[in-house]
């Protein structure tokens, strides 16, 4: 069974970057869409970015468009979140997971512990 464990986070201030991290191990996740969600405190966990298994499709959350970046590397079996201009309410455990599709689809498997990012005003 596949076990994709996130990584990266860490306290940021307003407008700096972060990359985070998501590797699979068990087997390998380069046939597989993958996506990027958030949970912030007292709120529903959202979707953020996904990409698609060629790497060729992404898409984004409106919140995050021009932001942030989704990109793999199946030789490293991971998916990785590029985040620049960060802002406050960028604030939120970040998970990764399957996606069911590249536009929107839903996420699936178990969830992992998932990385703490904070952006200080």
């Known amino acids: 069974q596949v076990q994709l464990v996130e990584s990266g986070g860490g306290l940021v201030q307003a407008g700096g970057s972060l990359r985070l991290s998501c590797a699979g191990s068990g087997r390998s996740i380069s046939t597989s869409q993958m996506g990027w969600f958030r949970q912030a405190p007292g709120k529903e966990r959202e979707f953020v970015a996904s990409i698609d298994w060629s790497g060729r499709r992404t898409n984004y959350a409106d919140y995050v468009q021009g932001r942030f970046t989704i990109s793999r590397d199946d030789a490293k079996n991971t998916v990785y979140l590029q985040m620049n201009s960060l802002k406050p309410e960028d604030t939120a455990v970040y998970y990764c997971?399957?996606?069911?599709?590249?536009?929107?689809?839903?996420?699936?498997?178990?969830w992992g512990q998932g990385t703490q990012v904070t952006v200080s005003s």
């Open positions: 997971n399957f996606v069911t599709a590249v536009d929107r689809g839903a996420p699936f498997g178990s």
